[in-house]
Nanobody, 125 residues
Framework: VQLQASGGGLVQAGGSLRLSCAAS????????VGWFRQAPGKEREFVAG????????YASDSVKGRFTISRDNTKRTVYLQMNSLKPEDTAVYYC???????????????????WGQGTQVTVSS
């Protein structure tokens, strides 16, 4: 399985971006997917996750109400819609896939088996 994250860029505070995570491999549609981010000098942290069916989603408190995760299994793509962006959202964003057939997305990095290369999001004040 290979994951390709895209959609990052430079945006002003209050703006929006939509990240995409395109996956290869037929079985990826059965994997839960998570988005993580890592700011300079900080640990990689969980942002949002979605079950393989899309029926279960979860977002961290820091982005809840502003970010929405969704997926289109026909396109093997998971999206992260980011609204009301803040300077503290600046980070490299990574998508990751969990092949364990978990019914809900895990929040810990160690649960994920495959990682994309990351896409930079920069929010200016």
């Amino acid at each position: 399985v290979q994951l390709q994250a895209s959609g990052g860029g430079l945006v002003q505070a209050g703006g929006s971006l939509r990240l995409s995570c395109a996956a290869s491999g037929r079985t990826v549609s059965t994997y839960a997917v998570g988005w993580f981010r890592q700011a300079p000098g900080k640990e990689r942290e969980f942002v949002a996750g979605i079950s393989w069916s899309g029926g279960s989603t979860y977002a961290s408190d820091s982005v809840k109400g502003r970010f929405t995760i969704s997926r289109d299994n026909t396109k093997r793509t998971v999206y992260l819609q980011m609204n009301s962006l803040k300077p503290e959202d600046t980070a490299v964003y990574y998508c990751a896939a969990d092949r364990s057939l978990r019914s809900v997305a895990a929040v810990n990095r160690g649960a994920y088996d495959f990682w994309g290369q990351g896409t930079q999001v920069t929010v200016s004040s």
